[in-house]
């Protein structure tokens, strides 16, 4: 991995910080850190930070199980840690540590800007004790807006990591047969974006067969797929701690007629939508927009799935939603969450795909049509 294009990404915190004379952020969690340091973390440690100075390199602070892999991965040279009451080991508390790191760099009376609500409680409260006479300020939308326009390197890694998710919509449509099962149909799959360069995936792909309604966060099992059923398949692969998100929705044979008069209708939409999502537009008179045109073809949306989110190293602004109002830049991305509902029919589309806002014309960083796709029955 090139971790030269970590730094610079921290470099683009740092600069800001001096710009704004705060003398240093804590960012604590995951796709924050991991922007400004391109390491992966192990969720269950829960203790890990980075510490990024407007005047010096970055801090890394890790549970000493991530610090002996960390001390031969990435840029960043000084790696603290600490350590749990384990096999008889005299613990230190990542608090503990914490302190004795921002002491070191004299910051009794500096500027330190955190991620509000994102940091820890207790971290909150402890530089509110251990440091009274420093000023602590929210900087969440710093790191947001820092975050949320990329530059090109970050774009480039981007469409590579959403052609994972296209090559892995392709073996749905070669290996979906009656009799599959979930699992097996994922694992095709994924062993698809591993060949082509997929590290992890954020949260696990996912497959519902035969569910009309069709919700996310339905992990795959051994239900098997049977003839004309609608189904829902979500990948999240991950490259250079950068991802994709693509949910879609499939019909393994004919749909029903009142399904594809739906489809048909949602097909029509998303052009319109596309052709809203450019510099200067608001995310939410788009987001209003959207529920009166459902409301206009005759389906209304009872607004219980967002429109759309940031993407990059995790989920970012901006969200479309009613209480948030953000304006579209040039190169941000979008994870535009295209939604239809028949409530009388109890169907449900759903089509997920990545793009970047332009000054010219919107980029599809998702190649796969933008519709309904039918496959036919072997």
């Not at 009376?109 to 251990?130: C, F, G, K, N």
């Not at 970012?316 to 304006?327: G, H, N, Q, R």
Request: charged share 25%.
């Amino acid at each position: 991995m090139n971790y030269s294009f970590f730094r610079r990404n921290a470099e683009k915190v740092r600069a800001e910080l001096r710009k704004r004379g705060i003398d240093v952020m804590i960012l604590t969690h995951q796709q924050k850190y991991s922007y400004v340091s391109g390491n992966f973390h192990n969720d269950f440690n829960l203790g890990n930070c980075i510490f990024v100075w407007a005047d010096q390199e970055p801090t890394l602070l890790v549970a000493i199980a991530e610090w002996r892999r960390l001390k031969y991965e990435g840029y960043i040279k000084d790696i603290r840690f600490w350590k749990s009451p384990y096999s008889g080991m005299e613990p230190v508390s990542f608090l503990e540590v914490a302190n004795q790191i921002l002491h070191e760099h004299d910051c009794e009376q500096a500027t330190i800007a955190v991620e509000l609500p994102s940091i820890p409680y207790r971290l909150y409260h402890d530089l509110e004790t251990e440091f009274p006479r420093a000023t602590i300020v929210d900087g969440e939308k710093m790191i947001n807006d820092i975050m949320m326009i990329k530059d090109e390197e970050e774009l480039e890694i981007t469409r590579r990591v959403c052609a994972m998710g296209d090559a892995a919509q392709q073996k749905i449509i070669e290996y979906a047969r009656v009799g599959i099962t979930e699992a097996e149909l994922m694992g095709h799959c994924e062993q698809e974006m591993r060949r082509l360069g997929a590290t992890w995936y954020y949260t696990p792909n996912q497959c519902n067969f035969g569910a009309r309604i069709g919700g996310g966060d339905h992990l795959p099992s051994g239900k098997i797929l049977r003839r004309n059923d609608v189904f829902y398949t979500d990948f999240h692969p991950v490259w250079h701690e950068y991802r994709t998100d693509t949910f879609r929705t499939w019909c393994f044979g004919e749909p029903s007629r009142e399904f594809r008069k739906m489809t048909d209708t949602i097909e029509g939409i998303i052009p319109e939508l596309n052709a809203k999502l450019v510099p200067g537009a608001s995310t939410k008179e788009i987001e209003h927009w959207y529920h009166d045109r459902l409301a206009q073809a005759g389906y209304p949306d009872n607004g219980s799935v967002p429109l759309g989110h940031g993407i990059g190293t995790g989920h970012l602004p901006p969200y479309f939603m009613d209480d948030e109002d953000v304006t579209l830049k040039p190169n941000t991305l979008i994870s535009v969450n295209s939604h239809i509902y028949d409530l009388n029919e109890d169907f449900a589309f759903t089509l997920e795909y990545i793009v970047c806002v332009k000054e010219r014309k919107l980029e599809l960083l998702t190649k796969f049509p933008l519709g309904l796709v039918c496959i036919p029955i072997k």
